[in-house]
């Protein structure tokens, strides 16, 4: 009889996150922006998409998060989040599934928050929608989730206002807001690009954390390749709605194959990233 210890064990992870193929087009013009985009994510790996301005990093965001603006669809492919093929899904089907499975933090904290109402409610009013808690456990989860996200004081900055809070501090909020109900995916499009340096090593090191500590799997989008070596397993590089190169990061980032990747490189090279580059080849 066979021992149990030499069945093969099944290592394959389902994904959390898989986009195949997927074609994004402008009804009105016709015009194709993003031309054939395929990734898959498992959870608590990282997934980096860069390119320059305009090459259709935030139209593939919105995409599998169900939002395109007005007048833009998914022409071909697919998108499964967590085994749904969001295609498939209701209007209220895709708002559940925003937040509960798939959230997003920005660039620009502040527009996401409402000015006149203090910061930590608007946390827990997430908590409570989205978790159906009451207001006291929803108030007390919120003080949990500024505590996660590294707020040194959550009473105090629970009670404030939008403009009484630092860039790095609002989007701390915002992670907190976008990781109130647990999802399985964050995606962090340009979301460090407007902070300083400090900070933005500080809010790539929470990302991480979450990464490490829940299995969140995050899809990273930065303009950015020092961000992007510093946080993810594979990466995708972008230009004109195409993917020209994608791989392993630092597959991509040490053996780059195509020549705008190369030329990406080179332009970041002051930035820091033959700092990072040297580390990781040591
Ligand atoms: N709301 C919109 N209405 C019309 N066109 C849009 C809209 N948003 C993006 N586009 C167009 O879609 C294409 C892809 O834009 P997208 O925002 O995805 O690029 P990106 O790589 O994220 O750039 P950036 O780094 O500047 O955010 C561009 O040609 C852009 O002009």
């Keep these: 009889m066979t021992a149990l210890t030499e069945i ?3 290592t394959t992870v ?3 996150l898989a986009v195949r193929d997927v074609r994004i087009r402008g ?5 194709e922006i993003v031309k054939g985009v395929s990734f898959t994510l498992a959870p608590g790996k990282v997934v980096g998409i860069v390119g320059e301005s305009g090459s259709g990093k935030t139209m593939t965001c919105r995409a599998v998060l169900g939002i395109l603006p007005p007048r833009f669809e998914v022409a071909d492919g697919a998108i499964h989040v967590a085994g749904q093929d969001v295609s498939a899904l209701s209007q209220a089907e895709l708002t559940e599934l925003r937040g509960s499975t798939i959230s997003a933090v920005f660039q620009d904290p502040a ?9 930590g409610k608007q946390v827990a009013e997430v908590v409570k929608v989205k978790k159906g808690f009451g ?13 996660a996200v590294r707020l040194r004081d959550p009473e105090l900055v629970y009670g404030q206002y939008a403009h009484e809070l630092s860039g790095g501090m609002l989007q701390r909020v915002l992670i907190a807001a976008a990781i109130a109900a647990d999802p399985r995916v964050l ?4 979301a460090t690009t407007a902070l300083d340096v400090t900070v933005q090593a500080e809010i790539l090191d929470l990302l991480a954390d979450l990464r490490d500590d829940s299995g969140l799997a995050l899809v990273v989008v930065s303009h950015d390749l020092a961000v992007v070596a ?6 995708l590089v ?6 020209v190169e994608q791989g392993p990061t630092s597959r991509v980032l040490y053996q780059p194959e195509h020549e705008y990747t190369r030329l990406l490189i080179s332009e970041h090279e002051q930035y820091g990233l033959d700092r990072f580059l040297a580390r990781e080849g040591s």
């Design 230 to 235: 510093q946080l993810c397993d594979e990466v």
């Design 238 to 243: 972008m230009r004109d709605g195409e993917v």
């Design 8 to 10: 093969p064990v099944e």
């Design 187 to 190: 995606i962090a499009d340009e």
């Design 14 to 16: 389902d994904p959390v």
């Design 135 to 147: 207001r006291r456990a929803a108030r007390q989860r919120a003080l949990e989730l500024l505590a």
């Design 27 to 31: 009804q009105v013009d016709g015009r």
């Design 111 to 119: 527009s996401y928050l409402n000015p006149s109402i203090p910061v």
